[in-house]
């Protein structure tokens, strides 16, 4: 089945520090990605979704200046969280789609963010 | 009131039980269902679609009630294995994005 491969799996960084996360889908071009959070014990939530070639869609409530999207090929879209702070502490999975939108999603191995 | 809301549980069972899984989703524009399994410090793995005549893989059943907006997780002869959160998801036509449950959990114990 497909992939999606996310990197790193885990980190651990300052505050006000900016961290990457990057997510490839290996076997089929995605044009769309999603990222999610999921804190301790609670459901995924999605953040934004990811768009080859363009700007991302942010959820509401999700700032758009503190997590950047890029999305600049059809295999790769990066999470960065900027200026990190404790309270961005989480687990943050990507996910991508094959161009059958009705299909199952492939999840990337997700990422441990601890921002101490 | 969430899109898709699930009992959170968690369900205790001993090996050999048969447990059952209820999620209902509130917008009747959703179009395809879901079960994923996620283990704890995992990513969400897919389990099985769910479709409108109900279907059956192994020892899981799952059955969609459209009327109801209602879904469901039959897992019989339940396994240590099984043990893990279940989440209900479904997207809606035409609206490129899964819409998450909060997650059941399931521990199974000797």
């Known amino acids: 089945g497909a992939v999606v491969s996310q990197h790193p799996s885990w980190v651990i960084c300052k505050s006000g520090t900016s961290v990457k996360i990057e997510c490839r889908s290996l076997?089929?071009?995605?044009?769309?990605m999603f990222w999610y959070r999921q804190f301790p014990k609670q459901s995924l939530m999605l953040m934004a979704t990811?768009?080859?070639?363009?700007?991302?869609?942010?959820e509401q409530g999700v700032e758009k200046d503190k997590f950047l999207i890029n999305h600049a090929s059809l295999t790769l879209s990066t999470l960065t969280v900027t200026s990190a702070h404790p309270e961005d502490s989480s687990f943050y999975i990507c996910?991508?789609?094959?161009?059958?939108?009705?299909?199952?999603?492939?999840f990337g191995q997700g990422t441990r963010l601890t921002v101490v | 009131r969430k899109e898709v809301e699930q009992d959170p549980g968690p369900f205790n069972v001993p090996e050999g039980a048969t447990v059952a899984f209820n999620c209902t989703y509130s917008?009747?524009?959703?179009?395809?269902f879901f079960w994923y399994r996620q283990d704890c410090r995992k990513e969400p793995k897919l389990l099985m679609s769910?479709?409108?005549s109900g279907n059956e893989d192994g020892r899981f059943t799952a059955q969609l009630n459209r009327a109801s907006q209602y879904i469901s997780l039959l897992i019989r002869d339940s396994k240590l294995s099984d043990s893990a959160t279940y989440l209900c998801v479904v997207n809606r036509s035409g609206y490129n994005k899964l819409i998450f449950g909060a997650g059941t959990r399931l521990a199974v114990h000797p």
């Open positions: 769910v479709y409108s």
């Open positions: 990811s768009n080859e070639g363009s700007k991302a869609t942010y």
């Open positions: 917008n009747s524009a959703s179009q395809s």
């Open positions: 996910s991508a789609r094959a161009p059958d939108s009705n299909t199952e999603a492939f």
């Open positions: 076997d089929f071009q995605a044009t769309t």
